[in-house]
């Protein structure tokens, strides 16, 4: 009996320890079913699942206007997997000629212990003869992809602010790779499932699509950028430059409306261009003295500073003043004589901005300098931007301070003029230049971020800014940018001539030419820098150079802006090349003699038989030249 009973003690044992193996089994089941079931599953799915990738598309960029700037295009790519080529030799000898590539080369490609090849670059982005090529062999192991390609339908217009892209659809610069993140779309795959040799199962294949990238919404308006890139190819025909830019800012918010730069290149074929070339945008990475174009800033303070009266206080130039060592003398042989201030602005007199910098002294002048954001990054959305150079205030002394307030001795970028001066138009408020706008899903339009205006400091008073705003108006109607004179809008601006350096020494007629135009001036709308360095075949005078250039612009800014005429711009003063302008009176409802003398400076063409006129052309109020044409139309 005793047997017996160790006998069944020991089976229930051994009973015990089956059943309670059997609930740990079941446990690990269920939760290997509950729990590890994703994971494990994935696990073996990427024992025998290939993944053919699919490029995604980059998001496109878009003008303020809704105009595609940077979009894709469609393209094929070859992909390979190796241990499904049941010949390699005879597929690298079909391939190798298609891809303009060598037999030994293809061969390795279809060679490598690797579950999936992309042929790289030699397979990338084919044209649609080689895809078809390959295609109608139906190879074994030899598949092609879709992918995206960037492509520029504007060709080299904005090409330094939009930038370009490589060959894996990754920014190399501009906004491209500013904003590169955002481009970047998510890659997807076709899915198919293979055995241990790699043979490709007779399983459904899965298809994950690829997600496209976001768009960018610039602040560039396209005609008016076409305007910009119109006028700087006719200043590399008409003048020769080694190099010429070209900037528009709305001057109320920051936003870049017109970027340019000679020379440019085509972002869809860069590889042709000098990384010199494709790297550097001009109108926020050249540094150079501003020349005239800086008088501006210095006038400001003074006059901000109560320092003088621009239409009372008087300053008698004798053409030249004599700084310490240094003998600084005016354009004019002679000098100006006796002049207001306004005058000595009008008439770009250095010894007059010798006063005005003594006046206000190197502490006063250098921290203007400063709040106007010279020798600092505007901090623009776009890499490569300079800084520029400013004399430390310890190194200022009479001549630094005296050639200073004249924008000698100083250097600057484009962009920092071009904030500084929209600055000084817009009541004192420095704002931060942009270029995006918002940046927008490619599916739902929905804006993910916007960029909005941002005051980064307080420059002058409203005061003196209305003050500036006309003076700059009486440069160009009574001083040296009447070149750039619009009869019925109200044109501020003011030209720059500045003497290039190299190694310390200054060059000898080799200059940079500058005009800054303001539209309206009475009510800014937009600031028009435009730069040409070493210009050929013109007199070194930027009234002669930009400000015609600059003119042209101005007149499509007009238009494409819908800017309304102004009742009261200032009469410009004549000089020996202009055509008098005279005011057509109205005639309407007089007698045909009664118009005839009123309009004696006229010629008088009629329509009609009776003795009234019921209308006219060009309509009253209207400046017409002198014997220029106007028609009456008779009741």
Not at 47 to 54: G, H, K
Not at 317 to 334: F, H, L, Q, T, Y
Not at 368 to 396: A, H, R, S, W
Request: hydrophobic residues 35%.
């Amino acid at each position: 009996m005793m047997f017996v009973k160790r006998i069944n003690e020991r089976i229930k044992i051994i009973l015990l320890v089956f059943l309670t193996a059997l609930v740990l089994i079941v446990l690990k089941i269920f939760y290997v079913q509950t729990f590890d079931y994703k994971k494990l599953s994935e696990l073996a799915e990427d024992l025998w699942s290939r993944d053919l990738p699919l490029e995604a598309s980059r998001g496109k960029i878009y003008d303020r206007n809704g105009i595609i700037l940077a979009d894709n295009l469609t393209t094929t790519s070859l992909v390979i997997i190796p241990n499904q080529i049941k010949n390699k030799k005879k597929t690298a000898h079909l391939l190798a000629p298609i891809l303009n590539t060598g037999y030994d080369n293809m061969l390795q490609h279809l060679s490598k212990k690797t579950s999936i090849e992309r042929v790289h670059p030699e397979g990338r982005r084919l044209s649609y003869e080689q895809a078809d090529k390959i295609s109608n062999y139906k190879l074994a192991g030899v598949y092609l992809v879709k992918e995206a390609k960037r492509y520029y339908p504007h060709g080299k217009m904005l090409s330094h602010v939009l930038g370009h892209v490589g060959i894996d659809n990754q920014g190399l610069s501009g906004l491209e790779l500013q904003y590169n993140s955002y481009l970047t779309g998510e890659n997807g795959a076709i899915k198919y499932f293979s055995d241990t040799l790699g043979n490709k199962l007779e399983l459904s294949d899965i298809y994950v699509e690829p997600t496209t990238g976001m768009n960018l919404n610039l602040t560039i308006d396209y005609n008016i950028q076409k305007a910009v890139e119109r006028e700087l190819d006719n200043v590399m025909s008409m003048f020769e430059p080694e190099n010429a830019l070209a900037l528009v800012m709305d001057p109320n918010n920051g936003e870049i409306l017109a970027m340019g730069a000679r020379p440019n290149y085509d972002p869809n074929n860069y590889k042709k261009y000098s990384l010199e070339t494709t790297s550097r945008n001009l109108p926020i990475w050249s540094t150079y003295e501003p020349g005239s174009t800086f008088k501006i800033i210095t006038t400001s303070a003074a006059i901000e500073e109560k320092k003088i009266d621009l239409f009372k206080d008087k300053f008698y130039d004798s053409g030249k003043v004599r700084v310490d060592s240094a003998v600084i003398k005016c354009w004019k042989a002679g000098g100006h004589g006796e002049q207001t201030y306004l005058q000595v602005l009008q008439n770009s007199c250095n010894p007059g901005f010798v006063k005005m910098g003594q006046m206000l002294g190197k502490k006063k002048l250098f921290s203007y300098i400063d709040k106007f954001g010279f020798g600092e990054k505007t901090g623009i959305d776009l890499n490569g931007e300079g800084k520029g150079i400013i004399f430390n205030l310890n190194q200022v002394g009479n001549i630094e301070l005296a050639t200073s307030a004249f924008g000698q001795g100083v250097s600057v970028t484009p962009i920092q003029q071009v904030t500084a001066i929209s600055s000084v138009l817009n009541d004192g408020n420095l704002y931060h230049p942009y270029v995006l706008k918002s940046i927008s899903e490619d599916a739902s339009n929905n804006i993910i971020t916007e960029n909005k205006k941002k005051l980064v400091r307080k420059t002058i008073s409203k005061k003196t800014s209305s003050i500036m705003r006309y003076a700059l108006e009486s440069v160009v109607a009574k001083g040296g940018g009447k070149a750039a004179y619009i009869d019925g809008y109200r044109i501020g601006g003011k030209t720059g001539t500045a003497q290039k350096v190299k190694d310390g020494h200054y060059l000898d007629n080799n200059y940079i030419m500058s005009f800054v135009g303001i539209v309206p001036a009475n009510k800014p709308k937009a600031v028009l820098y435009i730069a040409i360095d070493n210009p050929k075949h013109t007199a070194m005078l930027s009234s002669y150079t930009t400000t015609p250039i600059a003119r042209r612009i101005l007149l499509d800014i007009i238009k494409i802006l819908k800017i309304p005429k102004q009742k009261e711009e200032l009469t410009k003063d004549l000089e020996w090349n202009d055509v008098p302008l005279y005011k057509v009176p109205n005639v309407i409802g007089l007698s045909v003699e009664k118009a005839t003398k009123k309009l004696k400076n006229f010629t008088v063409k009629y329509s009609g038989t009776g003795k009234k006129v019921i209308s006219q052309s060009p309509l009253p109020g209207t400046k017409q030249e002198e014997k220029g044409v106007v028609r009456l139309m008779l009741k």
